[in-house]
């Protein structure tokens, strides 16, 4: 370790303690800095699985360290903590969350992801949202996770990536189509809806259609009934 890699890893800790001691946001401003040595240090750390009962320290990465992490530490320091055998359910949530945001990139922590298909608290609906983004080769194995996301996930970005990842995956649309036109019909918020909406241009079938039309008509939001109508508009088109 070099002269000033251990002098950032002083520092480093230093603020950390600080920040424990006193939450005041000031470990961010010092990784934002030395973004390399703290990658490094902080890859170093998470090897010690201990680290999965210190909850508060954890959070302070998350919150203050990870987002400023390229991907060649940033993806490895979450795959490591996928593996810690007792991993509090919110810390399990955010690291699956967190890979996921990398799609692709961070398909090397697949395996680890895929044990927490069908768990509760919603892991299991994040872990199905994540695989899809890393693009799993075992869709179907995702489809209850994902409808569940649909129907069940506080936040609307949360539904919508379900949405998203179920629309794009033309094998299996059939199936779940009940289950989108639902979402369309009856979501509280107008965003998935649109969303939605502007989705279903691009599947020519006449349930998405009579969907598309219901929603042209009847939905309380007019972005939604416009998106609706230019979405019946595209589908003119391709017959």
Not at 20 to 34: D, G, T
Not at 113 to 133: N, T
Request: a neutral charge; hydrophobic letters at 40%; aromatic letters at 8%.
């Amino acid at each position: 370790m070099s002269t000033k890699t251990t002098s950032i890893e002083e520092e480093l800790f230093k603020l950390i303690e600080q920040e424990l001691s006193r939450p005041n946001y000031i470990v961010e401003p010092f990784v934002q800095k030395n973004k390399e040595e703290v990658g490094e240090i902080i890859l170093r750390l998470v090897q010690n699985e201990k680290l999965a009962e210190n909850l508060i320290l954890l959070s302070i990465i998350y919150r203050q360290v990870l987002p400023y992490l390229e991907d060649e530490h940033y993806i490895p320091i979450l795959t490591t903590i996928m593996q810690y055998d007792k991993l509090d359910s919110r810390i399990c949530f955010q690291t699956i969350q967190r890979l996921g945001w990398r799609a692709t990139k961070a398909q090397e922590a697949i395996p680890f992801i895929v044990k927490y298909l069908g768990e509760k608290q919603g892991i299991g609906d994040v872990a199905a949202i994540a695989l899809g983004e890393m693009e799993y080769d075992k869709f179907e194995n995702l489809i209850p996770g994902l409808l569940s996301a649909l129907k069940n996930a506080a936040y609307y970005g949360t539904r919508m990536n379900a949405a998203r990842i179920l629309i794009k995956n033309k094998e299996h649309l059939e199936s779940v189509l009940p289950k989108l036109i639902e979402a369309l019909e009856s979501d509280e918020d107008f965003r998935l809806r649109q969303k939605i909406a502007r989705n279903f241009g691009e599947i020519n079938n006449s349930k998405v259609k009579k969907a598309l039309l219901k929603a042209h008509k009847n939905d309380k939001h007019p972005v939604v009934r416009t998106v609706a109508k230019t979405s019946l508009d595209d589908l003119e088109k391709l017959t």
